[in-house]
């Protein structure tokens, strides 16, 4: 397996499949799991190559202490994409050569949607979201680019900046997955204790008893249920936020036909998980 860290390389294995075959894209922080091996799996199977870049993104962190801890594990991701059939290049750029030397966040007007949950609780974030993504899209310009729905609130911003920035690019948003006790697939797991993982299972319960209680109590209702349950945890609540899947707007009341979506952040120990589901 080929992994390129500059773009000029890059550039140059992708130039033989430019006019005639369809390059799909995943874009990645590394530390690597199924649920990554998932995404790539899909775009394999829809597409004749696949670009799996593994770069930590310093733009999109507000947290200095979070983007030190971030498990950085190349070689073991390389492995791991490696148990996969199918032509897979690795793009694993130094972030200088990458930004160009100048590490710097664009802005973006993202809209409403940005200024729900994440973009909420963590300024700046989706800036650096975007003006990342953006550079990639343009570097490996792929037909279709494969995003999970865990971080759902991500997915919409990214399918906003196509938009904005008239790229061509698909963007394919794919179901989240889980470990076999409901938590949510992520990198940041890596850095939870066997305790903490164990506690870990209440948020992807909640969002569960939640959902199967949407036709019996109100939306505000769902919402205290839910930070209750935290509050007799050991898990510390960031927000519980039931919201209409278009808008992303804090939702109150249910409209029929409306599509709701329960989204949580919330610390075990020191890290910091997010998870979400559809409730209706």
Do not use: W
């Not at 080929?2 to 773009?7: E, L, Q, R, S």
């Amino acid at each position: 397996m080929n992994v390129y860290t500059t773009n000029e390389k890059l550039s140059q294995a992708l130039s033989a499949f430019r006019s005639t075959k369809t390059i799909g894209f995943v874009p990645t922080m590394g530390a690597l799991h199924q649920g990554h091996l998932s995404l790539v799996s899909q775009a394999l199977q829809d597409n004749d190559c696949v670009v799996v870049s593994i770069f930590v993104n310093p733009t999109q962190f507000d947290n200095e202490g979070d983007l030190k801890k971030y498990p950085r594990t190349l070689d073991k991701d390389v492995t791991l994409l490696e148990t996969l059939q199918g032509n897979i290049i690795v793009y694993a750029p130094d972030a200088l050569a990458f930004y160009e030397g100048n590490i710097k966040s664009r802005t973006f007007n993202f809209g409403a949607i940005a200024n729900e949950m994440e973009g909420k609780h963590r300024k700046g974030h989706f800036d650096g979201v975007g003006t990342v993504v953006s550079r990639l899209l343009k570097i490996v310009a792929p037909h279709k680019a494969y995003f999970g729905q865990k971080d759902f609130q991500q997915l919409q911003i990214v399918k906003k900046l196509v938009e904005i920035e008239n790229i061509s690019t698909t963007i394919v948003g794919c179901e989240i997955v889980r470990e076999p006790n409901g938590v949510a697939m992520s990198s940041r797991n890596k850095r939870l204790s066997t305790t903490e993982f164990e506690e870990a299972i209440l948020i992807s319960a909640t969002l569960k008893e939640v959902a199967s209680k949407f036709n019996s109590l109100s939306l505000p209702a769902l919402t205290k249920l839910a930070e209750k349950k935290f509050k007799e945890s050991n898990l510390k609540l960031e927000y519980f936020e039931i919201a209409n899947e278009r808008t992303l707007k804090t939702a109150l009341r249910k409209h029929k036909s409306t599509k709701y979506r329960a989204f949580v952040a919330a610390f075990c120990g020191e890290v910091r998980l997010i998870d979400n589901m559809r409730i209706n």
